[in-house]
């Protein structure tokens, strides 16, 4: 990668660039102890981002071949001499072996980079362990949420974001400003007290997929369930037929498509639930309960599970005609056939109901696609907020509709064929239409031009209990009731 690429920063005005007094950050010498993974890293984006890098090994000789000609590797105590910032690049255990540096350390930035293999293992945080042994330093914990391919790769294609606490405000904003100047987003996160938090973040183990994960689950066993029931052990229970061979694939492959098509309907409820309120309470201003926020927050994950469901279900879709018991099947049909001497078998209204379910479930698992394609953070980057909307909200409704011309087509009149209800369960697709259609149903009512013109204006602000005011300012009666009705 080009060094102008790299050290350009990406957010805006760096802080160094506009103000001639002071010494500019990148020119400065930053120190590194330490010559691993993380050190290498750290060094190469260093010296790519204009700043000149001393790096302290306990065996510089040996390591210096892995570091690039700019930085400079000599023992640890020689590169403390030459800089007021040093990053700690050292393993939390080790921080005591750093102890003889103390006297040359005194009064320097120690950034600590330091994460932890458990989530809350120590008593004090790490960042806090080492400015307890350095008291005559002043540490900065920062850059633990990145990795060490992040800084290598560049911002760009990697997390952005720093996290950064001391409690001196002066040594926070200089590896702010370093941070700035190597690409990243510095990110305040407050006093060392914090440091434990930003410690914990790069362990948690996908905390935003927790409740969609849990969700999708649920529905699929659900699912899984009542398909069990329709298609194994009715049929052994009535006809005493063993039809266990359905569950790898059938069963998976009629669970999967219904887990998706709910999913993807409970994408776009909770935006229906929040207009149904906007339109309630006549105002934007209103907090939703936290259930409805915490959905709205949790849609993309929602919606990624029900594109990977739905990829699984086209797969598995596409095997069907490839096993074994297919064949066999499609044997004994033949043989039947020639047994009672019947030579057209041609039924046009299901070849044009399978034509047709099929065409239009491929379609909509090409516009899931483009959802899923449009949420990766670089591609998201490069779309402006109305395309992006465009793509999330429309395309994503049309998915959505098309999904469920997928279901319908397919399942045709079999909701009213009395041999499909087993135990009196009705086909599993009958079950996935209701959230959906009315996701549909109110979507449409919604984008009526009366309902879809007041539903806009209190998006832009408006508010009823304010109109009534401005319209009858001398009207007392009006007036009072006005106030009562809003909610602000
Ligand atoms: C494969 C796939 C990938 C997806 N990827 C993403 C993604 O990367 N990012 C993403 O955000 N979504 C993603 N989604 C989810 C979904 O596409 C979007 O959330 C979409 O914008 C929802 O459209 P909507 O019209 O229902 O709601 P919106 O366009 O959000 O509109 C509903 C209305 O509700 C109100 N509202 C919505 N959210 C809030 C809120 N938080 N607080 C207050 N009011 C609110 C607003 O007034 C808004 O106008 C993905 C979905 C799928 C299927
Ligand atoms: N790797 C990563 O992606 C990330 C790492 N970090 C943090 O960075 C720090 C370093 O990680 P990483 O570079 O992966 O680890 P490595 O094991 O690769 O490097 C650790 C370095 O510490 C130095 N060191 C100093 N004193 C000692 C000692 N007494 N015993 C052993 N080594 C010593 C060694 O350098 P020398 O021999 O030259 O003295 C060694 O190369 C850790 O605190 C880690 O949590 C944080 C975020 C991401
Ligand atoms: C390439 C894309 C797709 C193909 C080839 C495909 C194919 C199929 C097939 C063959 C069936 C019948 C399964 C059976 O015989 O048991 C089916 C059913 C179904 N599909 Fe799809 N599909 C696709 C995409 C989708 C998408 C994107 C959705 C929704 C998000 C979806 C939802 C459903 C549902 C709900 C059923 C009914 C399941 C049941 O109750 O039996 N499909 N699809
Ligand atoms: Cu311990
Ligand atoms: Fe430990």
Known sequence: MSRGDMAKPL?????TEGDPGVTPASGRTIGVLGSGDFARSLAIRLVCSGFKVVVGSRNPKRKASLFPSAAEVTFQAEAVKKTDVIFVA???EHYSTLCDLADVLAGKILVDVSNNTEINHHKESNAEYL????????????????????LQSGARD??????????????????????????????????MSSACEIENIPLRLLPAWKIPIFLALGLFLC???????????????????NKLYKIPIEVVNTTLPCVSYVLLSLVYLPGVLAACSQLYYGTKYRRFPDWLDQWLQHRKQIGLLSFFCAALHAVYSLCLPMRRSHRYLLIETAVKQAVEKKMNIWVEEEVWRMEIYISVGIIALGLLSLLAITSLPSIANSLNWR????????????????????TLTYGWSRAFDENQYKFYLPPTYTLTLLVPCTVIIAKVIFSLPCIRHRLLRIRRGWEKGRYVKFVLPSATGEYSS????SNV
């Open 11 to 15: 957010l805006g005005h760096g802080s």
């Open 90 to 92: 050292v393993f939390r």
């Open 482 to 485: 006005g106030e009562t009705s």
């Open 223 to 241: 699912f899984f369930t009542y398909n069990l029931i329709r298609q194994v052990i009715h049929p052994f229970i009535r006809e005493q037929k």
């Open 131 to 150: 400015a307890s042994l350095f008291p005559a330093s002043t540490v900065v914990k920062g850059f633990n949420v990145v990795s060490a391919w992040t």
């Open 387 to 406: 395309e992006f909307s465009f793509i999330q909200s429309s395309l994503g409704f049309i998915a959505l509709v098309v999904s469920t011309l997928h």
């Open 158 to 191: 990697g997390n952005k974001q720093v996290l950064i606490c001391s409690n001196n405000q002066e040594a926070k904003r200089t590896v702010a400003e370093i941070a700035q100047v190597m690409g990243f987003t510095p990110v305040d996160m407050g006093c």
